[in-house]
């Protein structure tokens, strides 16, 4: 007499409550390394002097890195929506690129509310593992750009230098000889 054992392992026959990643979820969890990488990038040019020998090679860091960024959001935006979940990943890649090429601090700060003003566009509200997993990129990825919004390079130069500085200075004093 033969002993039935089954093959099939136990629970194969249940919903798998596991995350498994989109083509816009797996860039945007690259896109979130490479939004660090380029805070850190900024950062070292902040404290760096312009005539510090390591300042070119941080410089092209930094363009380097800003570049990766720009190219991830707009791989990640031409990618198809295969899940509700990838919609706001997709709006969030789309903000980032915004950001970064805003040029001014009026548009930067008023993109940056966006995701407190229009929460339910920037977050995932789908329940199980994919839509706790995409929550926790979306909210990794919203402390980013508010790490994004304390560079200096995103501080409006309006802001601190006269447009014209010839306008700025004072008149010329007129030195006149009394003797």
């Known amino acids: 007499m033969a002993v039935h054992m089954?093959?099939?392992p136990l629970g194969a026959s249940e919903?798998?409550?596991?995350f498994s990643h989109s083509l816009i979820s797996r860039a945007f969890t690259q896109l979130n390394a490479a939004v660090a990488l380029y805070i850190e990038c900024e950062r070292d040019l902040e404290h760096a002097d312009c005539f510090d020998p390591a300042f070119l090679s941080w410089s092209a860091d930094a363009e380097?890195?800003?570049a990766r960024v720009l190219g991830l959001a707009a791989t990640i935006t031409a990618q198809p929506v295969?899940?509700?979940?990838?919609?706001?990943?997709?709006?969030?890649?789309?903000?980032?690129r915004l950001l970064i090429e805003s040029d001014s601090a009026a548009t930067f700060t008023s993109l940056l509310r966006?995701?407190?003003s229009h929460a339910e566009l920037f977050s995932c509200c789908d329940a199980g593992a994919v839509g706790a997993r995409v929550q926790q990129m979306l909210e990794t990825h919203q402390v980013q750009l508010e790490a994004l919004a304390d560079l200096d390079e995103f501080d409006d130069v309006g802001t601190h230098w006269p447009d014209d500085p010839a306008a700025e200075m004072p008149e010329p004093l007129a030195v006149t000889s009394t003797l």
């Open 6 to 8: 089954p093959i099939t």
């Open 15 to 18: 919903a798998c409550d596991r």
């Open 64 to 66: 380097e890195a800003r």
């Open 82 to 96: 295969m899940r509700a979940s990838d919609k706001p990943l997709k709006r969030s890649a789309m903000l980032t």
């Open 114 to 116: 966006l995701p407190g």
